[in-house]
């Protein structure tokens, strides 16, 4: 059974900018749950979406902004970038909300220059 | 609000050697507890978890007993490998409602071990 697949591994862009990150979750599993890790802050949850709908949210500005396909594939944006918008961010599948264990892909490194 | 503390790293092991990491957490709520890994450049693995009181989880020679006295999930290995060498991370899931949950994570523990 393939893994959470995340594209694209590497991403660098410039301040002001926006970027998409994609996010295929496990085959069967419908919830997607997006984290950004930073050296400072560690791991922090960002959204969560089941059914194409955003269940639960972190502590973030409206700059980050995610959605969920009929798929399950999921996307996240972050629109006028910041240098502290640079982190590994992971998406994670589980089988529905409510189901605690949650696998993790291997995430995207972006940078911000 | 709910939190997870764990030993600061990083820790520096001889191959064979015993392994604990401190783990202690505050939930409202009744918490599931996790261990996660972070090999270098890879996501995160689950390791291992525990979803009530003594519950012990246990994979890959790696031990956690989920301790509701003591608010504590310590991470033990009996014998370390360079293989283990990671970052290890110390996570609590709750309900927030709606059936909604999330991870909350410790700030994680980089091991090192040396052969």
């Known amino acids: 059974k393939a893994g959470v697949t995340q594209t694209p591994r590497y991403l660098i862009k410039t301040r002001g900018q926006q970027v998409t990150l994609s996010c295929s979750p496990i085959?069967?599993?419908?919830?997607v749950s997006w984290y950004q890790q930073t050296p400072g802050q560690g791991l922090q949850f960002l959204f969560e979406y089941f059914s194409e709908t955003q269940r639960n949210k972190g502590n973030f500005p409206g700059r980050f902004s995610g959605r969920q396909f009929s798929n399950s594939r999921s996307e996240m944006n972050v629109s006028t970038l910041e240098l502290g918008d640079s982190a590994l961010y992971l998406c994670?599948?589980?089988?529905?909300?409510?189901?605690?264990?949650?696998?993790f892909g291997p995430g995207t490194r972006l940078t911000v220059t | 609000g709910n939190s997870v503390t764990q030993m600061e790293g990083p820790v520096t092991l001889s191959e064979e050697a015993f392994l604990t990491i401190n783990c202690t957490y505050t939930?409202?709520?009744?918490?599931?507890l996790f261990w996660y890994v972070q090999y270098p450049g890879e996501g995160l693995q689950l390791l291992l978890k525990?979803?009530?009181?003594?519950d012990k989880g246990s994979n890959k020679g790696f031990e956690a007993t989920y301790r509701k006295e003591t608010t504590s999930f310590h991470l033990e290995k009996g014998s370390v490998q360079v293989s283990d060498s990671a970052v290890y991370f110390c996570?609590?899931?709750?309900?927030?409602?709606?059936?909604?949950?999330?991870?909350?994570f410790g700030k994680g523990t980089l091991l090192t071990v040396n052969p």
């Open positions: 085959s069967g599993h419908r919830s």
């Open positions: 939930a409202t709520g009744y918490p599931s």
């Open positions: 996570a609590l899931s709750v309900n927030s409602g709606g059936s909604n949950y999330k991870l909350t």
């Open positions: 525990a979803t009530k009181a003594d």
């Open positions: 994670a599948s589980s089988r529905a909300v409510g189901v605690k264990e949650q696998y």
